[in-house]
């Protein structure tokens, strides 16, 4: 067995692991979605019903704040949502079947070698096979996590801009109540 082979082995063997662990983190960051939609929903209610008087600049300021906030929103929520749809990735062969097929190689290296035929190096066989199967899964895996990891992106930064629309709109409707309570 070659060095390149056990090294390239081990290196596509880590990479595989790391795809699959990335699927976990799309589901780590929804409790941040969740909370901050929260905070929205929360800051947006107590709004709405304060918003300045209709028909005046304000209320059109604060009404297209408003539509930008729940814009972007439900923007954050489809790309969240196309984020934890369920994909398909690849994985390796199941064990039984890596197990069947190791014992087939050591005994076709036992038997080559019985009949004083060219020998098998079982180990590097294996290796081989799934070095293979690793990096067809481990590609697969990433392309599958760096679609997602792009809808979570979309979707954080739809979140900030709806942060940024609410957190404007509760400064204006405050500072419309602030200039009335001065008159």
Request: aromatic share 8%; hydrophobic share 50%.
């Amino acid at each position: 067995m070659t060095s390149a082979r056990s090294h390239i082995e081990k290196t596509l063997a880590e990479a595989y692991r790391k795809e699959i662990d990335q699927e976990e983190n799309v589901w780590r960051s929804l409790p941040f979605f969740a909370a901050t939609l929260a905070f929205q929903l929360a800051a947006l209610f107590n709004m709405v019903e304060r918003l300045p008087a209709s028909g005046t600049t304000l209320w059109v300021e604060a009404r297209v704040l408003l539509s930008l906030s729940t814009v972007a929103t439900l923007i954050a929520l489809g790309y969240l949502a196309a984020s934890i749809f369920p994909a398909e990735f690849s994985y390796i062969a199941p064990e039984p079947d890596l197990l069947a097929y190791a014992d087939a190689l050591d005994r076709d290296e036992q038997d080559a070698t019985g009949r004083g035929l060219a020998p098998i190096d079982a180990e590097a066989v294996l290796k081989a096979m799934l070095a293979r199967q690793y990096a067809v899964a481990a590609d697969k895996n990433r392309r599958v996590n760096q679609r997602r990891a792009r809808w979570r992106s979309i979707a954080g930064l739809a979140t900030l801009a709806s942060v940024f629309a609410t957190i404007a709109l509760v400064v204006l409707v405050v500072l419309t109540y602030v200039h009335r309570a001065r008159e």
